[in-house]
């Protein structure tokens, strides 16, 4: 007890909550998760499993009688209607501790029918209740990754409060520009706004991530300050595609032709580096489906995407010193096989250090070359740098 008494409070210390979530954790003050009743705010999209689609989220004060969404080629001809779902502090009875007074609407809608590189401006909200100011975004091009660049951006370990605060103006250019700079999408593998479980402190962070997340897909797999009451405020705010079984932990997408991703979960409950039989078995089959395809439609590139590293120099994040290794023993084989007729991962994102490393390509340990030039095994990237509390 002696030595578990300044774990327990190393902790806490650590966790991400102010003197308002203190008080409504020990039931004294409500959370209201708007700032008004029904405006809607916190707007942002992911990427569905059919390129013809995009999913749009958002946070509104109170109820409102629909979840719309209206969108079309221009902001003033938002002619295709859709209305989808919404969920309150009143549907999650299951989590009434977890909420710690949190009051609020979490609405989603599909927006359908749309063409690949095109531009789209849609709003959302309720007739009575209001809709939000008009915004645009771009559906990715058919030969995004071959003959036309696909930009991802990639982020891990950011966090609500100042530290990420160049991060996320660099990526708002980024996603505002017209130009060749402009980014496509936004992953961000795990550690998200560091909220801990105060439901108060995820609200901040989706309004500071508004005016990306509003503008290009924003793609999200768990990490470990996702983890609290069962991941449940992840599992609420995101849509993420595959079987809704997986509830968001992890799945897989074509970017366009050209790409495939997978965002995978390394998180366990008891936070340790951890990937289940299960998904260990649907990364195979996922791999294998594009294996057995000719090789003329096979996508040119595989990526993955999860929150805790692989390979990392840097030991001094949590489970850093043995997690790398559970994490290869689980997986590493499945991203970089040997067998004949086997495609592997080109690269492969992570955080949970927050720093930037970089591999060569790289199997079982040993590089495979000391360049970039046709690799026949995953490189590895690290990048949790982009900010938070607990420094880079």
Same mark, same amino acid.
Request: glycine fraction near 8%.
């Given at each position: 007890?002696? #030595?578990?008494? &300044? ?12 003197? *308002? ?52 080629? +221009?902001?003033?001809?938002?002619? !295709?209607?859709?209305?989808? %779902? ?16 949190? !009051? +609020? ?13 095109? !531009? ?5 909200? #309720? ?17 995004? +990754? ?10 891990? #370990? ?35 706004? /560091? ?40 599992? *609420? ?10 509830? %968001? ?7 366009? !032709? ?15 580096? /951890? ?23 096979? &996508? ?8 805790? &590293? ?5 030991? +001094? ?31 492969? *994102?992570?955080?949970?250090? *927050? #720093? ?10 040993? &590089? ?14 690290? %990048? ?9």
């Amino acid at each position: 007890i002696a #030595d578990l008494i &300044p774990a327990v409070e190393k902790e806490l210390s650590g966790l991400g909550w102010d003197s *308002h979530a203190t008080c409504a954790a020990i039931g004294q003050c409500e959370v209201p998760c708007c700032q008004t009743k029904t405006e809607p705010e916190q707007v942002h999209l992911a990427l569905s499993a059919s390129s013809s689609e995009m999913v749009v989220q958002w946070a509104t004060g109170a109820a409102t009688a629909t979840s719309t969404v209206q969108w079309g080629l +221009g902001p003033s001809s938002l002619n !295709r209607t859709a209305s989808g %779902n919404a969920t309150s502090d009143a549907d999650f009875p299951e989590l009434s501790e977890a909420l710690f007074g949190w !009051r +609020g609407t979490l609405h989603r809608a599909t927006m359908t029918g749309l063409l690949p590189g095109t !531009r789209y401006y849609y709003r959302v909200g #309720d007739e009575a209740g209001g809709y939000s100011a008009a915004r645009s975004f771009s559906t990715l091009r058919e030969a995004a +990754g071959a003959t036309v660049p696909l930009r991802i951006a990639f982020v891990a #370990d950011m966090g609500a409060g100042g530290k990420s605060d160049a991060t996320v103006e660099s990526l708002a250019k980024l996603a505002a520009s017209t130009g060749p700079d402009r980014i496509d999408l936004l992953v961000h593998s795990g550690d998200i706004g /560091y909220a801990d479980g105060n439901y108060r402190s995820w609200d901040v962070f989706m309004r500071k991530m508004e005016p990306i997340a509003a503008a290009v897909p924003y793609m999200v797999s768990p990490g470990n300050h996702e983890i609290y009451f069962n991941f449940s405020a992840y599992r *609420h705010r995101f849509v993420m595609p595959l079987d809704p079984t997986a509830q %968001n932990m992890f799945y897989s997408l074509d970017l366009g !032709r050209h790409v495939h991703m997978l965002a995978m979960n390394t998180e366990a409950a008891l936070d340790f580096a /951890y990937i289940a039989p299960e998904q260990a078995r649907w990364i195979e089959a996922d791999l294998a489906r594009h294996a057995a395809r000719p090789a003329a439609e096979r &996508p040119e590139w595989l990526i993955a995407a999860g929150h805790r &590293p692989f390979y990392c120099s840097n030991t +001094g994040g949590q489970d850093v010193k043995f997690g790398p290794a559970r994490l290869r023993s689980q997986a590493e084989a499945l991203l970089a096989p040997t067998a004949a007729g086997s495609v592997h991962v080109d690269l492969v *994102h992570t955080g949970h250090t *927050h #720093d930037y490393e970089r591999s060569f390509p790289v199997r079982d340990g040993v &590089p495979t070359a000391n360049n970039y030039s046709a690799p026949t095994a995953p490189v590895y990237v690290v %990048n949790g740098a982009a900010g938070n509390r607990e420094a880079n």
